[in-house]
């Protein structure tokens, strides 16, 4: 059974409700008058990710400058000074 408090009361004691929410393993709602606001859920780790497929989704995504110090982009192409 999921629990019920308002802004008010996870403010005094939030590291309390969320041990709890960690240890029962339940969703904790947080009110703001009376109204629901946010759900706080215990963390569900993922099953251990293939490593091949966390670099396959990182190809292509680098960035390579021959000359870290020198602007990405030549000062003609900033909107800023158009």
Known sequence: MQ???????????????????????QPLIITHAGK?????????AKEEADPEAILKSLRGTLVYYKDPNEPAISPDEWEVLK
């Open 3 to 25: 629990q019920i408090v308002s802004k008010s009361q996870f403010k005094a004691q939030a590291l309390e409700y969320l041990r709890q929410v960690e240890k029962q393993k």
């Open 36 to 44: 629901p606001v946010i759900e706080v859920t215990p963390y569900k």
